[in-house]
Structure formats: C-alpha cells, structure tokens
C-alpha cells in the first residue's frame, strides 16, 4: 500500500530557532517521486520540491533544506533560523499510479 | 499566464442541489485532477484525466462526476449535493501524466463549499 505519514500534527517553535518536518512513506514502487507543499494560513498550495527515488542527494535552498534516506524511506524537512511568515501547514506527498498521495500535513507555528 | 483557474472561490448548496465547479489551465497540461481537503486530512483525489476524453476515478470519486472535452478544461459536478460534500476543493494541472515536473503540480486556489 502506498502511504505517508506525517506525526507530528503540530510544531510550535519561536522565530529564529530549527524546526525538522518529519515525513515517512510507503510504497512497493521502485521509482517514485517525493514532493512537499506549503499551505499558508491564505489556503493556496505552494509547491517547495520534488524529489525522485533516485536522487537521494540532500537538497538545500535557502533557509530549507531536505533529507531523503530511502533507506528509512523518509523525506524530511528543515527550516533553519525560521521566521514568522514561514507559519503554515506542510504538507508531505508520494505520487504513485497518477495518483498523488498526501500526508495530514504537519501545523507549524512560529513565535515572534 | 493565468495558471489554474478555478471559479467559484465559495459556495453554499442546499442538500440535493447540483452544481458545477469549474477549473481551466492555459499551460497545456495534459493531466488534470481535482481534490479535496477536509480539516486535518492531507488532500484526497476525486477524479483524474490524462488527457482530452480520458478521465478516471480517484479515491473519492462518489457523488462527482467529470468530463474532459478540451486540455484547457476540467469541470466537476455535484449531482446532488450533500452535507459530507462540505469541503475545500482544488484543482490542479501538471506535464507528464501525473508524475509532475521539477515544478510539480500547479493548483487552483480552491472552491469552499458547504452543503447545508
């Protein structure tokens, strides 16, 4: 079965501190595709990255950053020195058979 | 470039009323889909198109249908709606049927519906 799990519902941090993201999947397919989605409190989906199952290189931009381990098959994802805009829920998606499976999304929440 | 275009941004439907929510892209995707996301859930698929005539059933497909008659369009019906029907619906378009691009799937900005 294909699957995403995001446990942490919610994260609350205060403003200049790391905050990781964490995201598990599952899946019987060998080539498969990872994104992450930021929705802010306005309700549009954002698109922040794609990731192929080949590819398990750590990607950084910016203040993101991203951590594939096929090996834990997790994708996770780390804002470092956060901000008060980056408040928003994330969310986490495998793509399999046309279909794009999300996570519940994870509530991140930064302080002033 | 306009993106996705989805009309209506809100609704209120009595239960057993029809509608129509519509969704246009103007990039030339062939994929097309639409979702919904209730409070607490990631978003689930309804129904699906790979391309013009080609449409196909996602996880929630119950008490919706869909046509694909162009690439630019992609309407989805409520044939007769009820109050589980209440949600936030997204459209989205991508190249590569389905599997996305480096820039991923482009989303509408979202219909909020209730059914009361």
């Known amino acids: 079965a294909q699957k995403v799990t995001q446990a942490q519902t919610e994260i609350s941090v205060v403003e200049k501190e790391d905050v990781t993201l964490d995201c598990v999947y599952e899946t019987r397919d060998t080539t498969y595709y990872l994104f992450w989605y930021k929705q802010p409190p306005s309700g549009e989906l954002v698109f922040l990255i794609r990731r192929n199952s080949f590819d398990e290189q750590n990607e950084i931009s910016g203040r993101y950053s991203w951590n594939f381990q096929k090996s834990t098959s997790s994708f996770n994802f780390t804002i470092t020195a956060s901000q008060v805009v980056d408040s928003a829920v994330y969310f986490c998606a495998l793509i399999s058979n046309y279909q794009l499976i999300w996570g519940a999304g994870t509530k991140l929440i930064i302080k002033p | 470039n306009a993106g996705v275009t989805q009309t209506p941004k809100f609704q209120v439907l009595k239960t057993g009323q029809s509608m129509t929510l519509q969704c246009a892209q103007d990039?030339?995707?062939?994929?097309m889909s639409w979702y919904r996301q209730d409070p607490g859930m990631g978003l689930r698929l309804i129904h699906y198109s790979v391309g013009a005539g080609i449409t196909d059933q996602g996880e929630v497909p119950n008490g919706y249908n869909v046509s694909r008659s162009t690439t630019e369009d992609f309407p989805l019906r409520l044939l007769s709606a009820a109050p589980s029907q209440t949600s936030v619906y997204f459209c989205?378009?991508?190249?590569?049927?389905?599997?996305?691009?480096?820039?991923?799937?482009?989303f509408g900005s979202g219909t909020r519906l209730t059914v009361v």
């Open positions: 989205a378009s991508s190249y590569s049927m389905g599997y996305g691009t480096k820039e991923g799937y482009t």
């Open positions: 990039m030339n995707h062939e994929y």
